[in-house]
Structure formats: C-alpha cells, structure tokens
Nanobody, 124 residues
Framework: QVQLVESGGGSVQAGGSLRLSCTAS?????????MGWFRQAPGKEREAVAR??????NIYYVDSVKGRFTISQDNAKNTLQMDMLTPEDTAMYYC??????????????????WGQGTQVTVSS
C-alpha cells in the first residue's frame, strides 16, 4: 500500500555534501503524516537522525547533526540535505514513514513503513 524508495547516497570526502531523497508511493502515500531518517553503521545500533511532519512542522534532529543536516518535505517526497559530512556519518540511511502526526523525541514507534536503505560513505 505504501512503498518508500531512497536515493542520493554515495561516497564523499569529509566536509562534502550529499542530498538524500525519499519518495513515497502507493494508494495511501498521500495520507502519510510523518517521515524521517534513521541510520545504522556496522557494529552500531540503529540511530534516529531527523524527521518532520509532512506539513513541515515538528522538525527533529539528533544533536550530532544539528546545524549540518536539513530535512524538508514536498508532498510525498522527503529530502535530507547533509552538509559538512564527517566519517562518523558513514552508515546505511533508511527512510521511514507513518500515518500519525509525530512530535517531541524521535522514536521508531512513529513509523510503520521503511525503505530499503541507501549507503553513505564519508572518507577522511
């Protein structure tokens, strides 16, 4: 009913930028109300990165990316602009979405649908 497809991953040097996108499709894509990003590096637990409601309200960033990453929403497309990347940002990045408005701390409880992931690699 809802499919999420990520794109924009790749390899960059430290200090560089990448722009990730997540496009939702399917019969119920238009009623999604919360979309965001998680990441997971080898040997580490999955980490919440950023999220927004689909109306652009209640934006959240994990402390480690504040001032460097920007999340935005345009209809069924979510964009994560990543600037000043560091090797610690290297991970598989997953788009996630849910039907309910999300606010406050970011939690995987807010997300029902998940994308397949896109790899981000930052070299020093």
């Amino acid at each position: 009913q809802v499919q999420l497809v990520e794109s924009g991953g790749g390899s960059v040097q430290a200090g560089g930028s990448l722009r990730l996108s997540c496009t939702a499709s399917g019969s119920y894509a238009s009623v999604l109300r919360c979309m965001g990003w998680f990441r997971q590096a080898p040997g580490k637990e999955r980490e919440a990165v950023a999220r927004t409601n689909t109306d652009g309200r209640n934006i959240y960033y994990v402390d480690s990316v504040k001032g460097r990453f920007t999340i935005s929403q345009d209809n069924a497309k979510n964009t994560l602009q990543m600037d000043m990347l560091t090797p610690e940002d290297t991970a598989m990045y997953y788009c996630a979405a849910g039907y309910h408005i999300c606010a406050g701390p970011m939690s995987d409880r807010d997300f029902r649908f998940w994308g397949q992931g896109t790899q981000v690699t930052v070299s020093s």
